[in-house]
């Protein structure tokens, strides 16, 4: 028993499953492929060189070790899931052995290259470091590397592969689509200066359509609307702020420790760590995912149902311009902000650093070939590989355009409603259990660990079962139904309930929350348990919901407790309208921080990781209110100036109706609905 479980124990732990050879084998390679009359005259000699080169500089030893350690081989199936921390460590080892930064570029740059046989991905891929000479070259070299270092005898040779060099031939400032992204960000920021200027001197109201979009863009304007509290404190769940602030640096953290490994040299005691009970916090961290399915969902019905019982004008909800509003809105409110974000972190900062990321995560590789997929909100219907994390966005939005079928019905009968809504989730956890028994998926993506007894392809699992709305959708109908009953649309109060039924309320909200976070333990750790696989895999994300659920609905209704003082207190609905931006940039800091680090990193303890992620959240929401400050919220009062508010002489540029603005608050989002009740 206790060989067995040290068996298991080891095939968990042992994160490096890419292969290489001693570095004299990889020396004698290096001899021998340089005599070979099809390379280039230059990329031969450069060869026959590149060690002595190397060697002659102050840091010369550590630089040949990290070249010889870049020359890995391993199961091409597994290059972008299971191993590719590996790889992309085995990448930036090549980049650091070329001695490259970024105000000073190196005499002798270098390639790193992999490549396999495109149509035989279960055999072996390869990758090398070699001189940038070489480029035209690599395939040559990579199978010949392969040759040597497997003694392979397959006819089938590496036909695809793709490289980075240590130094991008053009850099930032060379290029025109980068220009162009730096100047328009410079010109926003000026013009965020010149109109929070022109509203600091100027005493008197708006008077024309120029100094409306002018003051748009005041950061004065827009910093007071943030902080400023709504009038109707019953227009607004409060507790959301907190929630939608602490998944948020839940996603952050989270992403953050997921790309670690990539950077960390001991790397088997870093994920041995991540498999440990008390770090299922890092392990599971997606169900904050979920969590924002459920605020997202809660606010939709939550604004719909009030709008309905309000004083003022009545939705026409058998109108249809009322529901191409509905829908419009929403639109606005995700998509420019989205688009302007793709644009500028496709063509600005992923250029920015003097060397490309590795490339099958390189986001201009990737999101020039797949950045329509973003552009049209369908992400989380295809294979995803442009700025992975954004396939929320389009998931919310396609279950968002479903939601007036819960809605109406909720609203025609609380009984059919839920009853609609029961079926549609049962359907979604089927749907979920038979993904998991067929591909033999664990219960949710495995990012840190990935157990041989489960399926370990981990972007196979994010494309047919994480990213797809059909599969989320059981958090969003929660949501749903949670809105409707806070709005008191039928009964105006959850006060009614008796202590012993707000204490089971509690109690079971407590332990829905505790099986969905512990309950990925027996995967973590590899323990072949089919059935619970299948069953926790299923419902999770629906205990998870249903307990985040309770709370808001608690904390709404006047029994949250401390939870509720906590959840609504002042530094969360500061930070709450920089939620959306921070979650479009929150990979930025991550990777400047990674990229700007000494590498390798030494993994020494949760201390480290947790200074990590909080330096990576306090630069995300630094990011995050640079983008609010120059475009999300100036996005939000331009389409208020053209579509929503009435304008007319001497009355302030954020100033409407109030008829305007009750017709409007049942489309409106989240954040944005906030920012409508403080501003009179």
Request: include cysteine.
């Amino acid at each position: 028993m206790n060989l067995l479980l040290l068996l298991i124990g080891f095939s968990i732990c042992r994160a490096d499953h890419l292969s290489t050879l001693p570095t004299s084998a990889i020396s004698r390679f290096i001899e021998s492929v340089s005599q070979d009359r099809n390379l280039k005259v230059e990329c031969k000699r450069d060869l026959i060189q590149i060690e002595s080169i190397i060697a002659k500089h102050k840091d010369g030893s550590q630089r040949l070790q990290h070249f010889f350690s870049a020359f890995r081989f391993g199961e091409a199936y597994f290059l972008e899931t299971r191993d590719r921390d590996r790889w992309m460590y085995a990448s930036t080892e090549c980049i650091e052995a070329a001695g490259e930064s970024t105000f000073f570029a190196s005499e002798h740059p270098l390639l790193f290259c992999h490549g396999y046989d495109i149509d035989m991905k279960e055999e072996i891929a390869v990758g090398m470091c070699m001189p940038a000479s070489c480029e035209g070259d690599h395939l040559l070299l990579l199978n010949e590397w392969r040759l040597f270092a497997t003694s392979s005898a397959d006819e089938n040779d590496i036909n695809y592969a793709e490289c980075m060099r240590s130094r991008m031939i053009y850099q930032w400032y060379q290029r025109v689509d980068s220009l162009a992204v730096f100047f328009v960000l410079v010109a926003l920021m000026g013009l965020v200066g010149v109109a929070t200027a022109y509203h600091i001197r100027s005493q008197r109201e708006t008077s024309s359509r120029i100094e409306q979009l002018l003051l748009a863009f005041s950061a004065k304007r827009n910093i007071e609307i943030m902080m400023r509290r709504p009038k109707a404190s019953n227009s607004i769940v409060s507790c959301l702020d907190g929630l939608r602030v602490q998944s948020l640096f839940w996603i952050t953290a989270g992403h953050a420790l997921w790309f670690l490994p990539s950077f960390t040299e001991n790397v088997d005691e870093l994920k041995k760590d991540f498999a440990n009970f008390s770090n299922l916090w890092i392990t599971n961290f997606l169900l904050a995912v979920d969590t924002f399915f459920v605020l997202s969902a809660t606010l939709t019905s939550f604004h719909f149902f009030r709008s309905i019982t309000s004083k003022g004008d009545k939705p026409e909800l058998r109108s249809l311009s009322y529901w191409l509003r509905f829908y419009r809105h929403r639109f606005l409110r995700l998509w420019p902000t989205s688009v302007f974000v793709l644009w500028i972190l496709t063509f600005g900062i992923s250029l920015a650093h003097h060397y490309a990321a590795w490339p099958p995560t390189d986001p201009y590789i990737q999101c020039t070939k797949h950045g329509w997929e973003n552009v049209f909100l369908l992400s989380s219907l295809t294979n995803n590989r442009c700025y992975g994390w954004t396939w929320y966005i389009s998931a919310d939005f396609i279950l968002f355009l479903s939601s007036p079928l819960f809605l109406l019905a909720l609203k025609h009968s609380t009984k059919r409603g839920i009853i609609l809504s029961l079926i549609v989730t049962l359907i979604s956890c089927f749907l979920n259990a038979i993904q998991i028994i067929r591909f033999n998926f664990p219960p949710t993506q495995m990012l840190f660990v990935q157990p041989p007894v489960l399926n370990q392809h981990y972007m196979q699992h994010e494309v047919l079962i994480y990213n797809p709305p059909q599969y989320r959708i059981g958090a969003y109908v929660i949501g749903l139904c949670l809105g409707y009953l806070l709005s008191g649309y039928r009964e105006p109060s959850g006060a009614s309930l008796s202590l012993r039924a707000k204490c089971y309320g509690w109690i079971g909200s407590f332990i829905l929350g505790l099986v969905a976070l512990c309950g990925l333990y027996p995967a973590v750790q590899g323990w072949n348990w089919p059935i619970y696989n299948v069953i926790y895999g299923s419902i999770h994300r629906i205990l998870w919901s249903l307990s985040i659920a309770w709370i808001i609905y608690a904390c709404h209704y006047g029994f949250g407790g401390i939870i509720n003082s906590f959840l609504s207190c002042s530094i969360f609905m500061l930070l709450s309208p920089l939620s959306y931006s921070a979650f479009l940039m929150h990979m930025v800091p991550v990777f400047g921080f990674y990229l700007n680090f000494p590498f390798p990193i030494i993994y020494s303890g949760t201390t480290q990781i947790i200074v990590f992620c909080a330096i990576q959240i306090i630069l995300t929401l630094l990011c995050a209110l640079i983008v609010v400050l120059i475009f999300e919220i100036p996005s939000l009062n331009i389409e208020r100036i053209f579509l929503l508010g009435k304008y007319s002489e001497g009355k302030s540029t954020f100033e409407s109706t109030r008829k305007a603005k009750a017709n409007f608050l049942s489309s409106t989002n989240d954040m944005h609905k906030k920012i409508l009740n403080k501003i009179e």
